[in-house]
Every structure is written in C-alpha cells, then in structure tokens.
C-alpha cells in the first residue's frame, strides 16, 4: 500500500504497541521495529517520523540499546520518550544521570506552550512517569520545555533539527493528553495527512491475497474468534473455494462455543466455506498433562494445532498454504528483536520449529484489534460477530492457571458461563472491554452444609479498554459480583471461593497467563 510510515524503534520498552496504535488513531500508518534496523533500511523505508520508545536500561551502561547517532542527521523528525528521551539527550552530549528522586505514576508538568507539541495543552497537564534516570542537562541546542519540582528536563525540544523529547509516557491513557502531544507530533511536525484507512486496507489485501495464492490451495485455522473470522472472510473473498477453514475444537473453548462456531461458519452457516470440525480435546488434555508453566503450555497448544492442521492438509491434499489471524499485539507480545517476550501467542512465538506448509499467510498481521474489527464490519460481517468478547487461541488453557484437566475445563466453563450470562442481564455486556472467569490453582477452606470443604477459588475479570494494550478494572456494581458469586458457588461443584480482579494493564496482562 501507499500509504505515509512512522516508525517505532523499540528500546525494549512495554509501551512500544501502544505507541503505534496511538499513531494509527491520527490515521497514520506505524510500524514497530527494533532499534537494530539498519540507517539504509531506514532511509529505503522513507518515513516521515521515527519515535523512540522507553525501555528498562540505563543509557550510559556499556550494555544498553543504542541506534547509530547518523540517525539524527537524516533530517526525520524524531521525538523520544522516557528512554528514548534520554537516549537522544546522551548521544547528542547531553548529561543522562540516576534522578535524587525516581518518580511513577500520575505526575503534574509544566509545558511551555510555545512548544509545538504542547499548543493545545493545559500549561500544567497530568502526565505518566516511569523513571529512575532522568536528563540531568540537555544537549546544546535544546530548549527545556517541559519540568517538574524533581525532573529538570520532563521535556526538551530542537525544533530547528525537528527533535523532540518527553521524560513521560504521552501514549498511555494516564497522561490525560497525551494524544493531543502525539498528534501535533505526527501532524504537525512530520506533516502527515492522516489518510489511511480501512477500506482501502481491505481492498489492497483481497488484491495481494490473490496473486500471493494465485492457484494455490489455502487451509485457514479457524477459532471462531473475531480475528480468525475476519482472515476466513478476506481469504473467501480471495481465492473461494481454494479455501478449506479447519476448525479445532481443542476442548478449551468456552460452553457450547464448538456447536456455534459451527452454526456460523458450518454447511448450514451463512457463509459458503469448504468446513471442516476436527474434535481433538482428548488429544490436547494427552499433551497438556503435567504442564504448569503458561510458556510451556501455550507451546504445547500452538505446536497440536500445528499438527492437527498439517494431518487435515494431507487428507485434503497438496495445501500450500496455512492461514491464521495473527494481529499485531500477538506479533509484538511474542518477542521482536531483543525485545522482552510478554507472552508467546499460540500462533507466533508458539510456533514450532518445522511447519509443513510452504507459507503462513497472516493477513491481519499488522492490524490492532479495533483496527480488525473495522475490517470485518467493512467485509459485510455481521457486528455480532465483530463485536463478540475476545477470546485467546489457547482458550481455556491460559485461564486455567497451573494443570490442565478436563474436570478443570468443566469448573471454568460453567463458572464463566453463569458470569457471562448475568453481565448481560444486568445489561452490561456492551459496555465492558473484556470479562471471563479464570480458574486459580488456589485451593481454600470453606463450609457449605455444615460441612468442610476445600475447593477452588474461581477470580472474575472484567475490564475496560479500547486498545487492549492497557486496560483498567471495571467498576462491576457489587450487587451483580454477589449474584455472580452465589450462582458460581451454589451451581458450580468444586467451587467454593469467587474473588474478582481489580488488577489494571500495566503492571497485569488481561488474561491471566
């Protein structure tokens, strides 16, 4: 596609995702990529800014992450945040020292408003602050413009060479306006036009689906789930009936989520795709027995639906093509470069070594979830299906923590069906990012019947999000977390203690593994 690039140079940094999914929402196009991409790619790339992310070293040790200092005489503008912003400031002869007083969290800076990225921001503005080092003496040429009572250089700025800097995390939801920093950034600094848009993003794929497959046959893992459903759809819209969607019931999936998988997608479904089920759950209890840890175990599952689907392509014979719905954050939560691996997702980092396929086609790869969604209603998709609760690939598995088993498949699978059925009642199912029980491997005392029991602890999660890269902990009424708990107890055997998750992203994931 044609279409204007800013870059992300990932330092290893947590916020690197959110960052590009911030640009996107001014309707620019950002690409993650470490901060080993060589200064010709760089130059052959053509982009109009390049942001540096934070990251969790320390820019004068021998060891930390540095890019080539040619960078800053491309004539891009770049703007560095937290250790992006440090990193400028030390390459360019500034002073990077450790801070008297590290500060986190919510924070009150001062911004000149002179400043192009704060034009349009309060003179005092709440940002997000996650430091120990701080930028003791910015580089000749640098305007501050940007304080707090402990952080002399919250902000730093050489508009002459098109350099920016903030010490705080514009991107994440914290910073009350950020966003408003990062646009003038993208718009007005790099002059972006803010064109790209989904519709053109639909077409284009259908178009290079077509001659990347040309006749070649194509085998789509599909789940059901909001991302695999959109990469069935764009494929049929392809290449037809060249494609055959394999369904793996893995016995992990939510209650009676296997029959309306197949209700939608299956002969009788509305969409006229070559189906096939394959039941495969006593084949991945078999593989998952006396696994705990959640790398392992994601492992596991991505490698048995490698199999599963190689063994279906042999009976349906000469497939040269694996389909999945891999999105963005799975790419990047898996590991990029010498980024930190948060979780490897079943379909990327789960991947195993030997896959017999001539190639995994990933249609979606570069897509945020939201940004998924907008292709699937642009593809005629019904919004029921769009806007259906996210689930993850190795389902279940990570919302079982520790073993898996069939009895504690059958505990979560109940307890997160009563869950969900009671959000809805209460009429909150449209206003919540994600929600699902999760089983613990805690067990605990209790007393029902006037008996002992010890049994396990079921935690409820619910959470507000329009990215999924950060999230916050939804505000339940108590009254719908007391019903939920005394179904799940009275109705669900083996249970006897809820307890519901008040844990944001960062420092939690969304799922519990």
Known sequence: MNKELVIVLDFGGQYNQLIARRVRECNVYAEVHPYTLPIEKIKE???????????????????SPRCSKEIFELGIPILGICYGSQLMAYLLGGEVATAPVSEYGRTEVDVDKASVLFEDVEAKTIC??????????????????????????????????????????PEVMHTAEGMK???????????????????????????????????????CALSGGVDSSVAAVLLSKAVGKQLTCVFVDHGLLRKNEGDEVEAVFGPEGAYDLNFIRVNAQERFYEKLAGAIEPEVKRKIIGEEFI??????????????????????PDVIESGLGKSATI??????????????????????????????????LELGIPEYLVFRQPFPGPGLGVRIVGEVTAEKVKIVQDADFIYRDEIAKAGLDKNLGQYFAALTNMRSVGVMGDGRTYDYAVALRAVLTSDFMTADCADIPFEVLQKVMTRIINEVKGVNRVMYDLTSKPPGTIEFE
């Open 181 to 219: 920093m990062l646009k003038a950034f993208v718009i007005d600094v790099c002059g972006c036009a803010g064109d790209w848009r989904m519709d053109s993003f639909v077409e284009d794929t259908i178009k290079s689906l077509r001659e990347k497959i040309g006749n070649g046959k194509v085998l």
């Open 45 to 63: 790339m053509n982009p109009k800014g390049i942001i540096f992310t934070g990251g969790p070293n320390s820019v004068y040790c021998e060891e």
């Open 128 to 169: 997000w602050m996650s430091h120990t080092d701080y930028i003791a003496k910015a580089p000749e040429g640098f305007r501050v413009c940007g304080t707090t009572p402990v952080c002399p250089v919250a902000a730093m700025e050489c508009p002459e060479r098109k350099l920016y800097a903030t010490q705080f995390h």
């Open 343 to 376: 979780k490897s997702h079943h379909n990327v980092g789960g991947l195993p070594d030997c896959v017999d396929f001539k190639e995994i086609v990933e249609p979606l790869r570069l897509l945020f979830k939201d940004e998924v969604r907008r292709a699937g």
């Open 307 to 328: 199999r599963v689907f190689e063994e279906e392509a042999q009976k349906i014979g000469a497939v040269d093509f694996l389909v999945q719905g891999t999105i963005y």
